[in-house]
């Protein structure tokens, strides 16, 4: 077997190709979401989004308010999600699954 010492060109080009396939990953995975901004009067109430999330399939945890999105922290199904959503229209900008749970919790209480 090759010793690839730390003055090899092989290993030296290995390692930048795995630094760069890191720093995309990286750039994928903690990418910012960015909803639409809209007027705050064009903004469905809180409350209805919680309707609305809750109709999806939604457990939540909390609603809150992040740039010029809804963020969800809860679940769907066995995952525990954080769930953005357009302020306007209410619909799904991206979801992230955050730990995948042994079992489903029971959302409809």
């Known amino acids: 077997m090759k010793n690839l010492a730390s003055n090899d060109p092989l290993k030296e080009l290995m390692n930048k190709i795995l630094a760069s396939l890191l720093a995309i990953n990286s750039t ?3 990418a910012a ?3 639409k901004s809209h007027p705050q009067k064009d903004w469905i109430p809180l409350g209805q989004m919680q309707m609305k999330a809750l109709d999806d399939g ?26 953005y959503f357009d302020m306007k229209t209410g619909k799904l900008v ?15 209480n």
């Open 33 to 35: 979401v960015k909803c």
């Open 28 to 30: 994928f995975l903690f």
């Open 58 to 83: 939604y457990g939540m945890k909390e609603l809150v308010v992040e740039g010029s999105c809804y963020k969800l922290y809860g679940v769907k199904g066995t995952n525990k999600v954080e769930a």
């Open 94 to 108: 991206k979801s992230v699954t955050k730990e995948v749970l042994k079992t489903p919790l029971d959302t409809s």
